[in-house]
């Protein structure tokens, strides 16, 4: 498609424009933004259900896939047409299957059609873009998170060359409505531990799967734990090599880096405004005037415009091409040590009011929900801590930890 | 270097790094700071000559910018003057010519050529000496005849003891004014202050009825538009200069930790110190990321430049802070010598932080910027 003009591309948004405007509905600008922690946090199966069907509307009209390849069910076009859509699709109700739907199509699928053989593209690349297959990815474990070539959930050939999965896996975003897992599993424990790891796509539904919610410390349930007991898995789905499952992981952890961002501050859209959030909560407790929550706004307001500030300085250093290609921990390790401090700032203003409201009055919750959820970037996707180690490896050059872990076989290893 | 920059640009900014560092490296500047060495004029008419002074001046009075952006321009000398605490406060001059091209008559205009090459210098005396950045602050006018009467004191005034003008905001009948005064104006008198950085001096402007003309104004009293542009562009410029340090000092400190050895490692193998230092490096990436934003929109005079100069002020302001208490910490007991060059660093910019506006007074004019 390199040979595209701007005829092509103005044709293509007037082909968007009209079937949006035959087959969607335009979108409610004053609905409310769905809070992680909040009442309608959690999908229930009907709105999954209708979700799908949506999902599956967009797909038939060929807008789903935009830049993917067309040989799986893709269109096969230009990031450019991909914008065309986002803009002019930003005025409609499309597909929201929460963040698993996200994980699926910007994590899950892009490491498929990167390691997938072709006939498990040709299966699955399709239905994860109409919605039929929602995928998670099955990656942390209760005795290995930070360090993730720790896993020890393991896969063992059966004498009929199938695997069977024995362990469990933890903090799975949305993994109560998804119908897929992309697992990894050690294959080979007397190896060293970056070399006995293998990927495996494994049916949520199989016998032996079993998955629990896990109650947040705000209360809701979007990230579940999983159980493995004598799962077995086809090697047909086994993804990457026998082995090779670090290099499948690595690229997987650039798709999260990039897409996977589930950032759930509130922001501004259009023109900028003064931390709409805590203006208005200012107001709720007759506070505007005050110097010290004056102060208080003007420091949201400051950090808001440093991480957008941030990020597009770290995108205008990425597509230069000779950046350090690591400088993206900035932005993760700026919303990993801003967050909280913006979180914290909302409940200083509300001070009496952030911390008890009458049980009728949803908005004066929020406050205490933003400062539950406020460390969640810290934590997720790479501490702050792992952050901080790449970046003064990877960017500043400075000498590696010292590892105990390298060269040793993975059962010699003291692990959790 | 602050990124997006044009190859003219780059080799402005580069040939200014080269002058800077044959000419007046920081050890020139530590024997000017101890006044064992005073600065000539010698170095303003070179800087002149380079175009440091003429980037806002318009072409028939000797003036013009490399790329035709001339914030963005002096944002790239204000970094390297910044990197190498160069003396001689440049952003209140190149303010002032900024000031009389925009809205300076016939006579004001004749100043240009002299500005643009070094042969004068101006200060820009905006603040009060208790810290208020308002163009009213400190200074109560009075109209004579058809002239003004200006009295009261400005603080902060950088490096007034080389400025032969001044750029004094005031206010008449509560609307904002500028005015061009010469430094031997009677009743003018300029009172050194001692201070935290050495390689800046400061000095409070006193006024005691100083009598001027009308054609002593500077645009139109009550022309808000003009006194609002001078400021974004001095938080700026003055931004960029606090860039140019806050990097400079962090790479020192990088070396520092790459060399310094205890129980038989670097020191900058030690978790606790890489992970400071990776503290260290977003602070100054950031930095650096809201100084570029805010340069741009102040050069393009985008609906954002006013809030993006504060943000950027109120930002670096504190980053300042921060990166200068973090590199002291990981220098250790050689950072806390009078010898080593950290504290011409940590001292400027704890300086630097306020002139202009300090963080919390950038941070209530966003709110009101804002209407809030």
């Not at chain 1, 080979?188 to 494994?202: I, S």
């Not at chain 1, 579940?224 to 670090?246: L, P, Q, Y």
Request: with cysteine; glycine share 12%; proline share 5%.
């Amino acid at each position: 498609m390199s040979g595209q003009t701007a005829d092509d591309l103005e044709a293509y948004r007037r082909e968007v424009r009209a079937w949006l405007a035959a087959n969607l509905d335009p979108r409610d600008d004053d609905a409310p933004a769905r809070l992680r922690g909040g009442d309608a946090a959690n999908l229930s199966p009907e709105r999954v259900a209708q979700q799908r069907d949506l999902q599956r509307r967009v797909h038939e009209g060929g807008y789903t896939g935009i830049t993917w390849p067309a040989e799986f069910g893709g269109q096969g076009l230009t990031p450019a047409h991909e914008e065309i859509f986002a803009q002019e699709s930003r005025g409609y109700v499309v597909a929201d299957l929460g963040i698993a739907g996200l994980t699926t199509t910007r994590v899950c699928g892009p490491t498929i059609l990167a390691h997938g053989t072709d006939e498990f593209r040709r299966t699955h690349i399709p239905r994860m873009l109409s919605g039929e297959e929602i995928w998670v990815q099955l990656f942390s474990e209760p005795g290995a998170g930070s360090d993730l070539a720790g896993v020890s959930t393991r896969a063992t050939r059966t004498d009929a060359g199938d695997w069977v999965l024995n362990g469990s896996k933890v903090w799975t975003s949305g993994a109560y409505y998804a119908d897929y897992g992309l697992c990894l599993a050690r294959t080979d424990p007397t190896v060293p531990k970056h070399r006995g790891l293998t990927w495996f796509g494994v049916p949520l539904t199989s016998d032996g799967v079993t998955i629990r919610p896990i109650r947040e410390i705000n209360g809701s349930s979007e990230f579940c734990e999983e159980f493995f007991d004598d799962v077995v898995v086809s090697d047909a789905n086994r993804i990457g090599a026998v082995g090779d499952g670090w290099t499948v992981a690595r690229t997987m952890m650039v798709f999260e880096r990039l897409g996977g961002d589930p950032d759930e501050s509130p922001r501004h859209s259009g023109a900028r405004e003064l931390a709409p959030d805590l203006v208005a909560l200012a107001r709720r407790v007759g506070r505007q005037d005050d110097p010290v929550t004056r102060q208080l706004i003007a420091r949201a307001h400051v950090i808001d415009l440093v991480k957008e500030q941030l990020d597009a300085y770290v995108a205008a250093q990425a597509e230069s091409g000779t950046a350090n290609p690591n400088l993206g921990s900035y932005s993760k390790l700026a919303a990993g040590t801003l967050n909280p401090v913006r979180a914290s700032i909302g409940l200083e203003i509300a001070a009496a009011a952030g911390v008890a409201w009458h049980p009728e009055d949803t908005e004066a919750s929020t406050t205490a929900l933003n400062y539950l959820n406020g460390r969640i970037l810290a934590i997720a996707g790479g501490t702050n801590e792992m952050q901080r180690n790449g970046i003064s490896e990877r960017i500043l050059g400075l000498p590696r930890e010292p590892a105990h872990d390298l060269d040793r076989p993975f059962n010699e290893l003291r692990h959790n | 270097m602050l990124p997006g920059v044009t190859a003219d640009q780059k080799l402005f900014a580069e040939t200014a790094e080269r002058f800077i560092r044959s000419t007046c490296p920081v050890s020139t500047v530590r024997r000017v700071a101890q006044r064992e060495e005073e600065l000539d004029g010698g170095y303003f008419t070179e800087i002149g000559e380079l175009g440091w002074l003429a980037l806002f001046v318009p072409e028939e009075h000797g003036g013009g910018s490399p790329s035709g952006q001339p914030v963005l321009d002096a944002g790239l000398i204000a970094e390297q003057r910044g990197r190498y605490l160069q003396p001689g406060g440049i952003v209140g001059s190149n303010v002032a010519a900024l000031a009389i091209t925009l809205g300076g008559t016939g006579e004001q205009r004749a100043l240009l050529d002299d500005l643009a090459g070094g042969k004068a210098l101006a200060a820009w005396a905006l603040g009060d000496p208790a810290g208020g950045w308002e163009a009213s602050a400190g200074v109560a006018v009075r109209r004579d005849g058809t002239g003004f009467v200006l009295s009261g004191t400005k603080g902060l005034v950088q490096d007034a003891h080389l400025a032969g003008w001044f750029l004094v905001s005031a206010a008449v009948d509560g609307r904002p004014a500028l005015f061009l005064l010469p430094a031997d104006a009677p009743g003018l008198s300029i009172e050194p202050l001692a201070g935290l950085d050495l390689t800046h001096r400061y000095a409070e402007l006193v006024l005691r009825d100083v009598a001027v003309p009308a054609s002593a104004v500077v645009g139109q009293i009550g022309g808000d538009d003009l006194g609002e542009r001078l400021l974004q562009v001095a938080a700026v410029l003055t931004v960029a200069e606090m860039v140019g340090a806050i990097g400079e000092l962090f790479a020192m400190t990088l070396e520092h930790a790459r060399n310094r050895a205890a129980f038989g490692r670097v020191i900058g193998s030690f978790q606790a110190v890489k992970h400071q230092l990776a503290d260290l490096s977003l602070a100054v990436e950031c930095s650096r990321a809201i100084a570029t934003g805010a340069l741009t929109a102040v050069q393009e005079q985008t609906p954002d430049a006013a809030e993006l100069a504060s943000a950027a002020k109120a930002f670096v302001g504190d980053a300042a802070i921060d990166v200068s208490q973090g590199c002291l910490q990981l220098h250790g007991g050689i950072g806390y010598t009078w010898e080593h060059d950290l504290h011409l660093y940590l001292r400027r910019l704890a300086t630097d932080r306020v002139v202009f506006g300090d963080p919390a007074w950038h941070r209530e004019r966003i709110c009101r910027l804002h209407g809030l």
